[in-house]
């Protein structure tokens, strides 16, 4: 009778598992295989930590931890690699063994993780390859974190380091006139929000810069019900990022726990293309306004420094070169579109989109799919031909 009970209940098992970690992907996936593979990582990821959490652990802790708590990478020996701090802001900087006596052009780069995960370390093989592949300084920066630290502080060390970066680029044989800066995810947010202060604010006897890379950025805490937020609602979704993930993150940042976030007014998705207004479900009508929930939150949604999308035309137009990254399976798809379409509208010469279809968040960073060096490549290419 035993063994009759576990023919019956292990396939049972089994289903359940394979159901839940086991995700399809659409037609268009370009590695269903590897895509699988990661999006049921991530899911049984987030099952541990959830059974963890309910036993008293912190589930933040718990994920810093499962992301940050390892050994460096195997340092590149074609690349040279020193930390150092630019005004107490930690930094790792980069610089190609090939031209270590060469004046380079450089790239100040801010890495992802929800202004919460990661680091320097764990970024560190995505800025070794950049700095290797364009030839480039990367400077990697340190900026502290939630939930110790909120909006602005992760934005005004970013800030001061870039800044540093101009002050002594002939101390690290950069050339001044050709600093880039760049990010990915949160990363991507610090970059936009930098790159609009350097443009609006400019220091007296500092350089521009020439050149930000925004990879998959988040740009406003203005609309959760844009197609892709809709349609990466949960992680029952195809995007290992989702909608309730960014939520707590962006709440967390922008508007310090507060709540209120269902007070979000909509955004204008006309600026979406067509096919991708229609996914997730989307109802493009704007909602009646609630008065009283939008002053509550009005100034952190409005502000551009956490949030670039709100910038003004104004301040676009005085952008440096732009690279934008967007990939399709990722809740902030449409947000990367939006804000590369306004620049389209106002300064097309400075704005260049790359859209990857069949790609989650975070390609430049999944080292075994076999899309990612082709990526790089595009990255690599933009900076060759614009830095």
């Not at 952008?319 to 939006?338: A, M």
């Not at 097309?348 to 990526?375: D, M, R, V």
Request: with cysteine.
């Amino acid at each position: 009778m035993k063994c009759i009970a576990c023919v019956l209940v292990i396939p049972v098992l089994m289903s359940l598992l394979a159901y839940r970690y086991i995700q399809p992907m659409p037609s268009g996936a370009r590695e269903p295989r590897n895509q699988i593979i990661t999006l049921g990582l991530f899911r049984v990821l987030d099952d541990v930590i959830s059974i963890l959490s309910s036993f008293g652990y912190s589930k933040t802790e718990l994920f810093k931890n499962a992301f940050e708590n390892n050994p460096r990478p195997e340092p590149d020996p074609r690349v040279l690699s020193t930390d150092e701090y630019f005004d107490g802001i930690k930094v790792r900087i980069y610089r190609p063994l090939a031209s270590k006596d060469k004046v380079l052009p450089a790239m100040v780069y801010y890495h992802g993780g929800g202004w919460i995960y990661m680091s320097v370390n764990s970024y560190d093989p995505l800025t070794t390859a950049i700095s290797l592949k364009a030839n480039i300084v990367v400077i990697s920066v340190e900026y502290r974190l939630m939930p110790d630290y909120r909006f602005p502080r992760q934005f005004e060390d970013c800030l001061e380091a870039t800044e540093y970066v101009f002050r002594n680029a002939k101390k690290y044989l950069i050339d001044p006139s050709r600093i880039s800066i760049g990010g990915d995810s949160a990363g991507g947010n610090l970059a936009a929000a930098v790159g609009l202060m350097f443009s609006q604010e400019p220091k007296p006897n500092l350089a521009k810069i020439k050149v930000q890379v925004l990879l998959y950025p988040v740009l406003q805490a203005f609309d959760f019900n844009l197609p892709s937020y809709r349609e990466y609602a949960d992680v029952s979704g195809v995007s290992y990022l989702n909608r309730v993930d960014m939520i707590n993150y962006i709440n967390m940042y922008g508007f310090q726990d507060q709540g209120n976030m269902d007070a979000i007014s909509k955004t204008n998705t006309c600026l979406l293309p067509g096919d991708l207004q229609k996914r997730g479900g989307a109802n493009l009508k704007q909602s009646e306004p609630n008065t009283t929930l939008s002053d509550a939150v009005h100034d952190n949604v409005i502000n551009p420094y956490a949030w670039p999308l709100m910038a003004t035309d104004d301040a676009l137009r005085k952008l440096p070169k732009t690279y934008v990254v967007v990939t399709e399976y990722d809740p902030l798809r449409d947000e990367g579109l939006i804000f590369a379409e306004r620049l389209r509208r106002l300064v097309p010469e400075n704005i260049e989109l790359s859209y990857l279809a069949g790609l989650e968040h975070g390609i430049f960073s999944l080292y075994n799919y076999k899309s990612q060096p082709s990526t790089m490549d595009t990255l690599v290419d933009y900076l060759n031909r614009n830095l």
